[in-house]
Structures are given as C-alpha cells and as structure tokens.
C-alpha cells in the first residue's frame, strides 16, 4: 500500500518493484502483475502504476511486450545491481537543494535590499 510520505506513489511503488526485481522476488524473464492487480495490491489508480512502470521501463529493468505483459528484462538484475539512488533518496537531495536555494534567495534579498537603500542615499 501506498504511504503518505510525502513522496509521489509512483515512485513508492517503483521503489518497491525495484527493490523486487534486486533480490531476485521478481527474477529475470518474470512477469510482473498484472494493472489490475498492482492497482489492487497498493490501492491506487491504474494511471499510478502505469506511471511506476514508466520509471522502470526507462531506468531499462522491465520491457513490455504487446498483448503480452511487461517483463523483467534478462540483464536487469546487473543495472539493478548498480549502486544508483533511490527515489526517496533523489527526493531527499531535491528537499536539501530547495532548502539551500531559498536560503541563497533570502541573502540575495537581503543584498540587494541593502545595494539599493545604499544608493538612494548617495543621491
């Protein structure tokens, strides 16, 4: 099931299926669930599953086949294998960078606040 984390359930369940397809739940060649039964088992809509399968297709872990499925692909467990972020990890670093970026546009402000009352004055 979907947390309220705060983070998109997409990526929550990409996260999940990810983690399924390193450990080997979902091994190469394996049929993941069907929509249907993913939209059940996290309780969301179909268009969030279809937008976690999105991510994974792109990251080049599943393939889809049409009339058929979708599919672990063959060499996924070595890209899955590849230390790469999380997406709560990637959300974390955004959270920090948005964080960093407000505190650099208050000092900015602050600046120039100061910039501009300096050359009124010299008028």
Avoid: H, N, W
């Avoid at 599953?49 to 672990?72: D, H, M, P, Y």
């Avoid at 959300?91 to 505190?103: G, H, I, K, Y």
Wanted: aromatic share 4%; charged share 25%; glycine share 8%.
């Amino acid at each position: 099931m979907v947390e309220k984390t705060g983070q998109p359930g997409y990526l929550q369940i990409a996260d999940d299926l990810r983690t399924q397809i390193r450990t080997g739940s979902l091994a190469p060649g394996a049929a993941l669930p069907s929509t249907a039964q993913l939209c059940k088992r996290y309780d969301v809509s179909a268009s969030v599953v279809k937008a976690a399968i999105s991510v994974l297709r792109t990251e080049g872990l599943i393939v889809g086949q049409q009339g058929k499925g979708v599919f672990v692909r063959e060499d996924a467990a070595a890209s899955a294998s590849e230390e790469e972020p999380t997406s709560s990890e990637v959300m974390e670093q955004l959270a920090q960078m948005r964080s960093t970026l407000a505190t650099l546009g208050e000092r900015i402000a602050e600046l120039e606040k100061t910039v501009f009352q300096g050359s009124k004055r010299s008028r």
